[in-house]
């Protein structure tokens, strides 16, 4: 295996079936005695990625005065 300017691996086909690792997969690395290792995150999945961002909003406006920000008048 080689590492690209970017710091990235390929891991190859037959690992990423035996881990279940498929787009968008969090892994973490980690080491013991000198070896690292690949391994899945036990992190819940978000139903969207959007999820952590609900609520947040600070503007004290009503949907039609923000639409009408975003819209050509």
């Known amino acids: 295996m080689r590492?690209?300017?970017?710091g990235q691996v390929t891991i190859p086909r037959s690992?990423?079936?035996k881990l279940?690792?498929?787009p968008e997969?969090?892994?973490d690395f980690q080491e013991d005695n000198g070896r690292?290792?690949?391994v899945k995150t036990?992190?819940?999945k978000s139903s969207s990625k959007f999820k952590?961002?609900?609520?947040?909003?600070s503007a004290k406006m009503t949907t039609d005065e923000i639409l009408n920000l975003t819209r050509e008048i």
């Open 15 to 17: 690992i990423r079936e």
């Open 20 to 22: 279940g690792i498929v």
């Open 25 to 27: 997969t969090d892994i």
């Open 52 to 57: 952590k961002f609900r609520g947040i909003a």
């Open 3 to 6: 590492v690209t300017t970017k």
């Open 36 to 38: 690292f290792y690949i």
């Open 42 to 44: 036990t992190k819940p």
